[in-house]
């Protein structure tokens, strides 16, 4: 079974398209009693011919060397048969076939229907929009498709252009999404092998959608203000605290107020404790009046004594001079 991923597609000279397909072999047959297995063992591709056997010119034969370089056989000979032509010309406005042959005539197989390309020659592209609303908003989503008035091309290698700078985009449809601020401007497209083809430019104007508040962030911030003002009020607590509370015993400020302290005891004496004091004073100084009252005696006689000596002295001379 051969399958044709579509049943016609548009061209335009000069172009590349591509013809996806893809095939189920027949595994086996049977032959009497006998079950024959069947591999496949030869790929073919044809323009204008219902059954392409035989003799049948082929724009692609896995069996020739000789094959047309515009025609390329993306496939294999498992599942694939995909067919990609270059430099799309005027001849190429045709239907095209695919057959498969294996090791036996039981598992040959053509689908006759094929695919159809029109080919159109020096025709402008335009661009079409997938949606019918042409006020955007960011995080919408949005398809253009460069195609002509004529059809719809499929696998089609263009130039996508947005302000006049290419984009990387290269196939017919250019996805938008999610739409931003940024996808703002003006696009163009073109066929990659032909410049000339440039359609008109598709203004797309996308508002920018209002930004949610970013949750983290503004917990973050309240987060921080509130520690910054904890921490402030702390320090202002401290400071204040340090300047009311009595200082120790140690500063010069506790030097002057443990004397003060002293002199308020001293006034508060009892009165008892006072003539104590008194009488201790007293006989303190009667005693070092004794000590001097001693002291002055002493020194008294010895002046006595002093004085005497000389009269006895001079009256000793008198009476031996008589």
């Known amino acids: 079974m051969i399958q044709y991923q579509t049943a016609s597609t548009c061209a335009v000279t000069g172009s590349t398209v591509t013809l996806p397909c893809s095939f189920t072999p027949k595994k086996s047959f049977h032959n009497g009693m006998k079950e024959v297995p069947l591999k496949i063992i030869r790929a073919r591709w044809c323009k204008n011919h219902p059954i392409c056997q035989g003799t049948t010119p082929s724009l692609y034969d896995s069996d020739s060397a000789d094959n047309e370089p515009r025609y390329r056989y993306l496939g294999d000979l498992e599942g694939k048969c995909t067919l990609q032509i270059r430099g799309v010309a005027v001849q190429d406005n045709a239907t095209f076939r695919f057959r498969m042959e294996a090791n036996h005539s039981e598992g040959h197989f053509t689908n006759s229907a094929g695919v159809v390309i029109t080919v159109f020659d020096l025709v402008k592209m335009r661009i079409n929009i997938s949606s019918s609303n042409r006020e955007f908003s960011s995080g ?42 940024k996808d703002s401007g003006n696009y163009t497209c073109a066929l990659r092998s032909n410049g000339g083809t440039r359609s008109e430019a598709f203004s797309l104007q996308v508002e920018a959608a209002e930004e949610a508040p970013d949750l983290p962030l503004i917990a973050g911030v309240v987060f921080g203000v509130l520690l910054l003002i904890t921490t402030l009020i702390l320090v202002i607590f401290i400071v204040k605290r340090k300047r009311t509370a009595p200082e120790g015993p140690n500063t010069v400020g506790g030097e002057t107020e443990m004397k003060n302290a002293d002199n308020i005891y001293n006034s508060i004496l009892m009165p008892h404790q006072e003539e104590a004091g008194s009488q201790r ?35 000793s001379l008198v009476a031996t001079r008589g």
């Open 281 to 315: 004073q007293q006989t303190s100084q009667e005693a070092e009046d004794t000590s001097y009252a001693s002291i002055k005696f002493k020194h008294n006689n010895w002046n006595r004594k002093a004085v005497q000596e000389p009269d006895q002295t001079i009256y």
């Open 140 to 181: 919408q989503r949005v398809s253009l498709q460069c195609t002509t008035s004529s059809c719809t091309f499929n696998h089609l290698e263009v130039t996508w252009l947005k302000d006049g700078y290419a984009l990387s985009e290269n196939g017919s449809t250019l996805q938008l999404s999610p739409l931003t601020a």
